[in-house]
Every structure is written in structure tokens, then in C-alpha cells.
């Protein structure tokens, strides 16, 4: 029984004389997660997750069929769930795994028209969730020891 | 690093999921136990060091898997006569900020929620009075409104939203007498203990109790079945300042049969001093960002 935990972090990159932050934190962010566009691809991230006890998967297993799928895709106004995975599946995902997501991201100009400007600054927000034995200041940690560490605050 | 919390997780044979099960089982309801929340809490403030006691999370239903019960609530709501578009409207769904886990101040109403099945076998339909005036109209068109019930009913807030954006919500509830409606309340022997306990972290003295967890069954009704399952509250005060820093916390809506709390998680710092423990400061911080509101924030302090 419990929820993840959820460390917060920004990513900022800022201008060097020629350089793009915008590029920059686009290419950071990039590493954070695989091909698949939400696998979290942080080296190390999973060798803290604990797999689900058997009580635990127990108690998935049990709850699984007694969820209505049908209503929980027209809450979320999809037909389909990622990848075509079964409940069973997914399930087990998304009570055992971490995630990374990015919350926000904030750079340049999107008004109408346009402006021939290199952004001075780029900021992206990103939300961890944590499962049993991660930790923040650990998953802080192996953060700020990735390749772009020196645009982390 | 901008904030945030660790994980949470208590064992599903504490005592504490073991009152809420049976809690349920006793109002003819059988709990559907599910391992670990997507969502988070900082529900690590109990589990995790230095007090390291079991905490969770209880509700009749979440909805769309939203935070509280009371989106359920929200998303049932039929416009009343001369409500806000001036008639009787079909039951509409709506964005909800805002209800329920950062509800309303515990003395001002009893926040809850129930799932339409419930409602069902209960016999009874919510109904409320009549929309408010709008209270708030921003910029960017955002709507903030307060709905009461009718009298005897709890007190509801809505904050709706609109277009994505936000502005300071308003809260108006009037304050409601719990003890209102026969509804008996049982106290389970063995988390009956609202004894404080104290220990020392980082400097701080921290005190806690649990406090009762209560069993609304004979009620049956969707009201005395509310998420009045129990709570644990945390206070951290440093020794020696006027004006300590504070760190309220409640796991789940409770119910001692004198007034109601609202579900709701709270970390209220008052310019805490560089010796709180670091991990309770953040914590606080956070919290207080996610608030952001000076009404509930006062509202806490006086809870």
C-alpha cells in the first residue's frame, strides 16, 4: 500500500555567446528517457526499484479484474491503451516502475509571427516518480552526475 | 532539485489497513485493495524516519482516479434551477480544482464524496442550493465558485477552472455541526490512541498521535460512510521560536464525533528557521507551493 514519491527538478540551459540552450536542453532531455518516448533511460534508475512483493502482486492480481477497463478508457477518452498492452500488463507497470515526465518546458518565442532569435534561456520541468527504494537525493545524485549536470539546479 | 518526496509504502497487514478493510466490510463494502498509487503523496512524512508509522489513503471512490472522492461529487453536479446558466441543466461533467485533498479548514465542513453506487443504496441524492453569485471572474476567464448545501449538509468547495488557467480560489462554506444526524461512531480498541508521543529530530521536538479510527456504519448513509477512517497528524515545533514552524499533516478525513476534518495533506511553514530538518523544511515548502493559498493556509493554522 502506498504512492510514489515525487522529486521535482528543473533543467535550465542558458546562452552561451553562440551557442542554443533551446538545442541544448532538447539533446538533455533526450537522454532521460528511451526511444519509446517514456522508458526512463537514466543509467542506474532501475537498480534501486524493488519488485512487487508476492503479497503485493497478490493483491494486483485480485484488484485487476475487479476494475472496469471499459469505463477507465472513456474517463481518459482513449479506445486503446499504449501499445496494445493488456491490463495485466500495464498494471503491473504502473504500480512498480519509475517514471520520468516532463512537466513543462519553456523556451523562446511561440507568439504569432516569428522572431529570428536565439532563446537566451530554456527551462524544462520534470516530475520523477519514485518507487520503493529509490530516494530523492540519490535519484538527485545520479542526475547530476549525467552528462549535462552543469544545467542542473 | 525543486522540491518533492520520497516514496511512500505501508505494509497491507498494518494495523492500519486492517481497520480500514474491516471498517469497510462493516459498511457492507468490499474494499478494493490496489499496491501502490501512480499519484503521490508525501505520505513519507509519517512512514518514513523519524516516526515511521503506517499511513494511507481511503476513500469511497476517486473517480476518475483524480485525487478525491469529491471529483466524483463534482462530476455528478446537476446545474439547479436558476444556477448559473439560470436553468435546471443536465448533470455536466467539469474541470475541479482542488476538492477534497486540499479542502476545506476542518471546522467549516466536512468534505466528502460518494460514488454514484453508493448514493444508490443509500437511498438519498446529494442536492444543493443554488449556485453563488460568481465569485472571481480573472483575466483569463477562469471562474472560481463556492457551492453550499442545503442546511444540515456538509459544505462543498469547487474552484473551477477554466482554459487551463488559475486564480485564487475563494472559499466560501458555511460551517456545519457534525455532530448533526444520528450517526454512531465506534472506535476501534487498538487505534483508539490519541496519546502523543515525542521524540527528537534534527533539534525539533516532534510530537504525534494517531487519532481514532472510526467506524460510520450504522449510519448508512453515504455521510456516515464518508472517508471517516482515520488520520494521523505530524506537528513539528522548534523549541524556543514564537512562531514555530509547523508542519500539519492528515492522512485521511476523520471523524471524533465532535467535528470533521477534510481530507487533506498539509505542510504549513511559518518562516521555519535554518534548524528545521531539511527533509521536513522542503517538505513544507512544497506544500505550501502546491497550496498556495493564504485563506487554507490560515485555515490550517487554526486547525
Known amino acids: 500500500m502506498g504512492t510514489r514519491g515525487r522529486p521535482r527538478m528543473s533543467i535550465r540551459a542558458t546562452k552561451a555567446q553562440l551557442d542554443s540552450p533551446a538545442w541544448h536542453l532538447v539533446q538533455a532531455l533526450n537522454t532521460l528517457v528511451k526511444a519509446d518516448g517514456h522508458t526512463p533511460a537514466v543509467e542506474g534508475f532501475f537498480d534501486k526499484v524493488r519488485p512487487l512483493s508476492p503479497q503485493l502482486q497478490e493483491i494486483l492480481d485480485q484488484a485487476i479484474p475487479r476494475r472496469d477497463e471499459a469505463a477507465a478508457k472513456r474517463a481518459l477518452s482513449v479506445s486503446r491503451w499504449y501499445g496494445d498492452e493488456v491490463v495485466a500488463r500495464l498494471s503491473h507497470r504502473l504500480v512498480s516502475q519509475p517514471t520520468i515526465n516532463i512537466e513543462g518546458l519553456v523556451g523562446g518565442y511561440t507568439g504569432p509571427g516569428g522572431k529570428t532569435i536565439l532563446p537566451n534561456r530554456a527551462v524544462a520541468k520534470i516530475d520523477v516518480r519514485l518507487v520503493p527504494e529509490h530516494d530523492r537525493q540519490g535519484d538527485a545524485a545520479a542526475a547530476e552526475g549525467s552528462p549535462h549536470e552543469a544545467w542542473l539546479r | ?303
Open chain 2, 1 to 303: 532539485m525543486t522540491g518533492g518526496y520520497d516514496p511512500t509504502e505501508t505494509p497491507a497487514d498494518s494495523q492500519l489497513v486492517k481497520a480500514m478493510v474491516t471498517t469497510y466490510h462493516k459498511a457492507g463494502i468490499d474494499p478494493l485493495l490496489w499496491p501502490r498509487l501512480a499519484g503521490s503523496w508525501p505520505g513519507v512524512t509519517f512512514t518514513g524516519p523519524p516516526l515511521k508509522l503506517p499511513a494511507g489513503q481511503f476513500r469511497l471512490g476517486h473517480g476518475d482516479g483524480a485525487h478525491a472522492a469529491g471529483r466524483v461529487l463534482a462530476d455528478r453536479i446537476r446545474q439547479p434551477e436558476g444556477g448559473r446558466h439560470g436553468r435546471r441543466g443536465p448533470i455536466v461533467r467539469r474541470p475541479v480544482l482542488r476538492v477534497g485533498v486540499t479542502g476545506l479548514p476542518a471546522k467549516r465542513g466536512l468534505h466528502v464524496g460518494a460514488p454514484p453506487d453508493l448514493l444508490a443504496r443509500s437511498g438519498r441524492e446529494i442536492t444543493y442550493s443554488r449556485w453563488r453569485s460568481c465569485s472571481r471572474f480573472c483575466a483569463t476567464s477562469e471562474i472560481s465558485k463556492a457551492l453550499d448545501r442545503r442546511p444540515s449538509q456538509p459544505a462543498v468547495e469547487l474552484a473551477v477552472a477554466r482554459n487551463g488557467s488559475r486564480c485564487p480560489a475563494i472559499v466560501e462554506a458555511e460551517r456545519v455541526d457534525p455532530t448533526e444526524g444520528a450517526i454512531d461512531l465506534h472506535v476501534f480498541p487498538d487505534a483508539s490512541s490519541t496519546t502523543a508521543a515525542r521524540t527528537e529530530c534534527g533539534g525539533s521536538a516532534v510530537s504525534f498521535e494517531r487519532a481514532a479510527v472510526v467506524d460510520g456504519a450504522s449510519g448508512n448513509t453515504w455521510r456516515s460512510m464518508a472517508p471517516s477512517v482515520g488520520s494521523t497528524r505530524f506537528r513539528s515545533t522548534m523549541a524556543g521560536q514564537r512562531e514555530p514552524f509547523r508542519a500539519t499533516a492528515s492522512s485521511t478525513a476523520g471523524w471524533d464525533g465532535r467535528r470533521s476534518s477534510a481530507s487533506r495533506i498539509s505542510l504549513v511553514a511559518q518562516e521555519s528557521a535554518a534548524r528545521t530538518p531539511p527533509r521536513i523544511r522542503d517538505l513544507a515548502a512544497h506544500s505550501a507551493r502546491e497550496i498556495g493559498r493564504r485563506a487554507y493556509v490560515k485555515a490550517a493554522l487554526r486547525w
